[in-house]
């Protein structure tokens, strides 16, 4: 099992708000920073937040992340097609002294 | 713009040495303002950090608990990559294989591009 939780699976219609939650605990994200990717199939993750709700440079404002606590959120609005693909959130972890991840949630756009 | 390249093979017997390089470009292997990780994902274990190197005045390696007996990372500065080193696999060591780049912001904000690693005889 994955250190953090996510729901496996997700998903939403075009154009509206979708969002994935993921539970650690005080040793990774309550003590630290917060990273969300994106994954399509047979590439690597791609960075999509970072230090809880920072946007890489191209990334569209649609995707926003937050934290509280030991949980952290992933909210994408307007949803479009193209953002089918499998999300990851990722802390470092104090006890561990290494990065964990998240088990994945696989969006699907119906 | 700061690029990882993965080199390696893709077929390790059982009981033998995994090998991957991970060249960099755009960035150094020496720079004090990242690290160099190692992350490999299959579809048991998810995503799995598995190391990483870094250079603060002198050289750093860090481990996951998971490998640490069996797990080398090193770095190259005469040829700016770093490589990793997995001894005495097993069939559960078969994963896709990421180099990473943990920035100044503190996140993994450059991935290679993956090297599927197959053990079996």
């Known amino acids: 099992q994955s250190v953090l939780t996510q729901p496996p699976s997700a998903s939403g219609t075009p154009g509206q708000r979708v969002t994935i939650s993921c539970s650690g605990s005080?040793?990774?994200?309550?003590?630290?920073?917060v990273d969300w990717y994106h994954q399509l199939p047979g590439t690597a993750p791609k960075l999509l937040i970072y230090s809880n709700n920072q946007r890489p440079s191209g990334v569209p404002d649609r995707f926003s992340g937050s934290k509280s606590g030991t949980s952290a959120s992933l909210a994408i609005s307007g949803l479009q097609s193209e953002d089918e693909a499998d999300y990851y959130c990722a802390a470092w972890d104090d006890s561990l002294n290494g990065w964990v991840f998240g088990g994945g949630t696989k969006l699907t756009v119906l | 713009q700061v690029q990882l390249q993965q080199s390696g093979p893709g077929l390790v017997k059982p009981s033998q040495t995994l090998s991957l390089t991970c060249a960099i470009s755009g960035d150094s292997v020496s720079s004090n303002n990242a690290a160099w990780n190692w992350i490999r994902q299959s579809p048991s274990r998810g995503l799995e950090w598995l190391g990483r190197t870094y250079y603060r005045s002198k050289w750093n390696s860090h481990y996951a608990i998971s490998v640490k007996s069996r797990i080398t990372i090193n770095p190259d500065t005469s040829k700016n990559q770093f490589s990793l080193q997995l001894n005495s696999v097993t069939p559960e060591d078969t994963a896709m294989y990421y180099c990473a780049r943990t920035g100044q912001a503190g996140s993994n904000d450059y991935w290679g591009q993956g090297t599927l690693v197959t053990v079996s005889s």
């Open positions: 005080s040793s990774n994200i309550k003590s630290n920073i």
